[in-house]
């Protein structure tokens, strides 16, 4: 298991699996193996992070082209974190398989393992996720197919992928605004005696797009540009320490547009930050051909580490940096710091691991976000719920798994699916049905699909408190027609709401609700929750109590919906579907490709 968490399972479970008699194998899928030779290593007989990430590319291109049917471009890498560096003589292990097809564009998972060949092991370097879109042809844009998942693990990989791809298109806009707001106020930089001035680290090195560099459309390809910008980082970073430097991360790659044969690359690199065991250096790649202006082909943040004899990180020496830009890039560096490692923290938090709850803030929402809607998904797409009972036409199911207990919920209504989110996506009316949801305050809207509530249970004895929560509600309307409508729920902290004497903090881990249009007029709703675990063996002694409690509550959901089928939406979806109009698919036309 990965520091990247449970996302990660997806990768690592194996891509085959054996149904009856035939073992299946997904279509799209591409492998590679090579010997690490010392042709493909630097000094330190390691394989260099370039020319791995030039395998994985062209991996991945060809699984997209299997499935395409045409050519395709790299148009981003998501964030990628190096476990492990490879020795000459190991064999690197790759493969990729596409995810999800959206309209021209596709996400394809790689997954790079080491092996010893001699000591008969294999171990887990790095996984990633790198969108390729098809070549436009002289009609257009092209309408890719889709990729019907099989598997559990297929299924799991497809959803979670529209909820990357939403981060990802929104990823430029949100950093952009993050440094923004997180850098002013960071105040003036540090001055240290012994600092290594910026300058120092400069590196700006040309390359010739030659035709080896490129795919038969003559375009470079995207690998060969990442081991480019993975070259000048090295030096950059050796220049600050004055000793061998390990990548440890690579923060997302995108191509804005696209290079050709006979382009002159220029690649720039300079440390722009150093922390204590870690330094942040950017890199810039631009082209041009003859007198052009230049054109800006991608930027990218690699952080690095110094590591001693026992593969321990050491200290880093300080930086000075430049005027102006170099003020700038050396406090953006911090703020980029602080949101990566905020990620980390919120995408490696098992559920069961306390703290259940996160403090939510402007810098880790959409972390948040993410991780709210991804552990929803995940437990949508389980195939192993037990049907517990069913009563007036709602079934409950349970799932008991490492120490957790999970609920679902599901029943059909006859009101259409985008009112039934909207009725469900406003907590404050949830009292109309649930009695359990006693009070509950609107706090803040963090964004558009956002919301966090202030929520309050009653008592359960005479003379005990009630509970409270702080929940994060994420609500996000269909990516494609596979997709449903979904509102999950997961607690989070705020320092302006603080636990009460009044009350007890309780915490939810996952919840919510996934909305699925059976017809214009049939709706099949269902609703998770995972118990914490201190709950535990106060519910499952109690499982009959439990599902009559159930089914009377979304009984009374179900009236509470159909009397509200034409009431007008207390949550506008204008704004919602306004913010989700760039990564909306062509509906039409995916409905036609599916059909
Ligand atoms: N990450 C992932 N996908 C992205 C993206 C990003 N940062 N930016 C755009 N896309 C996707 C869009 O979502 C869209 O997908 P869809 O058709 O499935 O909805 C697809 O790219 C095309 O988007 P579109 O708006 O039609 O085109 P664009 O003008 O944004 O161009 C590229 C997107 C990728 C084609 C363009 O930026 C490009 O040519 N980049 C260079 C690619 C290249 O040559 N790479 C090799 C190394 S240079
Ligand atoms: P920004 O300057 O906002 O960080 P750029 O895309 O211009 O964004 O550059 C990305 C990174 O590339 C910079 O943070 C810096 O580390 C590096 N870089 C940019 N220009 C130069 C340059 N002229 N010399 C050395 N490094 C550069």
Known sequence: MTSEGKYADIMQDPLFIQESDEVYRNPTEVKMSQIVLPCHANHCGELSVGQLLKWMDSTACLSAERHAGCSCVTASVDDILFEHTIGVGNVVNIIAKVNRAFTSSMEVGIVVNCEDLYADRQWKVCHAFATFVARRTGAGKVQLKQVPPRTQMEQMEYSLAAERRRMRLIHAETITDLLNSSTAQLGECQEYQDAVPAERTRVESVELVLPPHANHQVSTFG???????????????????????????????????PSHIGDRLVLKAIVNNTFKQSMEVGVCAEAYKGGEPLRHINSAFMTFEVLDSDRKPCTVPRIRPEPVDGKRRYQEAVARRKIRLDRKYILSCKQAEVPVSVPWEPSNQMYLSFNNVTALK??????????????????????????????????????????????????????EWDPVYEECEYINQADEEDTLYRVATPSVSKRGNGQDFILLASRRIPCDARDPYLIALRSVTLPTHPPTEDYTRGEVLCAGFTIWEESSTVTKITYYNQATPGVLPYISTDIAGLSSSFSSTFSACSHFLEANKDSPAALPLSALTHSMASLQVDQKHQQEGLA
């Open 378 to 431: 995940l437990m949508d797409t389980r195939n192993n719920w037990v049907l517990t009972s069913e009563k007036n036409k709602v079934r409950l199911y349970t799932l008991e798994e490492n120490h957790m207990l999970c609920f679902k919920v599901e029943m059909n209504v006859s009101v259409a699916a985008e009112q039934t989110f909207h009725l469900l996506s406003d907590l404050r009316r949830r009292k």
């Open 223 to 257: 690998g060969q540009i990442m081991a480019w910008m993975e070259n000048v980082a090295t030096i950059a970073a050796s220049r600050l320490c004055n000793a061998h430097p390990t990548l440890r991360s690579i923060d997302m790659f995108h191509f804005r547009g």
